[in-house]
């Protein structure tokens, strides 16, 4: 079951989680960031850059695409975009990120080489008709086996459209909104509920006219794009293991800084809060219109809550660590209509379940969601990250609640998202070590 030159997490139980922390950067916006960095025409300077896996291969793919790059420190990035791309030599590697591939092949459609953009075996095996669709309808020519990664492009013409998308995915969004800015005429793409908007406001810092009204998004295609100069925020979804190990241990108290606060992306904070964390918000502000501040959250016994419809797009990324605390919480907790869970980098809802029931939990797993009463009592056991970043931290998480030692096999593609990860949550008090299988 495991790969035993894997790096492991030791966890124990853990109490009275204190302390001021960041995170580090938001990984969508920085995906983002390198890919418009890489159109502008001029020198774009990002700070707080995501130095992570999923965030490296796009900047190694956009570096193999031609453009210069410096890192003048980890978190720093000089693009100096020429306002092109050129051909790439070798298939574009994008490893474990469905962001960098889905939204970078919107970008590649659009120029006139072929190129190919592939992954790891896990990248492979997740959807890609849901952007080869669109795509095409645009016109662009591409092609990937049965729907998968490799995904093979030829220079073709591309006309905007309107696209309704059939599911509330922003990777599926920005595909096309990215492919738009090569296309004759105007792209608009109708949202089934509000997914993350992080693609339209750094078109906007760019300069490109992107319209937005109600779930209608429309992009006029620019002459260019122009230079960023910008501070991306830390990463919410990162945030939210923090929040969720100081909302279920008691007696913490603990200060989050400079956490990215779009509404799109905190659904958590209402989920909590239902669920009766107390969580303060101080210190807003904006950067290149993105709302960012600090978050203090205080342990208080939470209930179950039930969670559905348009919030589950707004925590898609935080169910592993919301499962974690709904086995602490007094009472229910259903979820349902989150059935995009199983498409992630490994399928969440079977492969959380799997793993929590070897620390003892008790959950129902259904087709689009779970329900789990709780409190429930674990026992530390030896448990596995599956190779995905947000499994592996949130077994973390229940670690500290168990009983015992809980060994987390397979961790270290928590750098995927959260370098980092294990000192962040020592620097809190909590009881995480590293340890290498034996
Ligand atoms: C992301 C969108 C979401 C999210 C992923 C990052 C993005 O995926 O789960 O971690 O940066 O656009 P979907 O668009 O597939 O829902």
Known sequence: MHNPDSTSLLVQASQDLRGTTAVPGDKSISHRAVMLAALADGTSEVRGWLAAGDTEATLHSVKALGVHVEQPAHDVLRVHGSGGLQA????????????GIRLMTGIMVGQPFASVLDGSHQLRRRP??????????MGADIHGEEGRAPLRIQPAGLRGIRYEMPVASAQVKSAVLLAGLFARGETTVVEPGPTRDHSECMLRAAGVDVQSEGAVVTLYPPQRLQALDFHVP????????????????????????GINLNPTRTGLLDALRGMGAEIQVSEASMEAGEPAGTLTV?????????????LVVRMIDEFPALMVAALCAEGRTTV??????????????SVMTQELRRL???????????????????????????DDHRIAMSLTL????AQGQTRVHD??????????FAETMRSLGARVVSGRCE
């Open 234 to 257: 830390g990463d919410f979804s990162s945030a939210a293991f923090l929040l969720v190990a100081a909302a279920t241990t008691p007696v913490s108290e603990i200060r989050l800084t």
């Open 411 to 420: 961790a270290a593609c928590i750098a995927d998202s959260f370098p980092g």
């Open 398 to 401: 229940a670690g500290m609640l």
């Open 128 to 137: 890609m008709n849901r952007i080869i669709t669109p795509l095409a309808q």
């Open 298 to 310: 205080k342990y208080r016994p939470l209930s179950g809550i039930e969670i559905g419809g348009d």
């Open 88 to 99: 790439a030599e070798m298939p574009l590697d994008f490893a474990n990120a469905g962001t």
């Open 336 to 349: 349902r209509d989150a059935g995009e869970l199983r498409l992630k980098e490994t399928d969440r809802l």
């Open 360 to 386: 003892g939990a008790r959950i129902d797993e259904r087709e689009d969601g779970f329900v789990i009463e709780g409190p429930q009592k674990l026992q530390g056991a030896d448990v596995d990250g599956h």
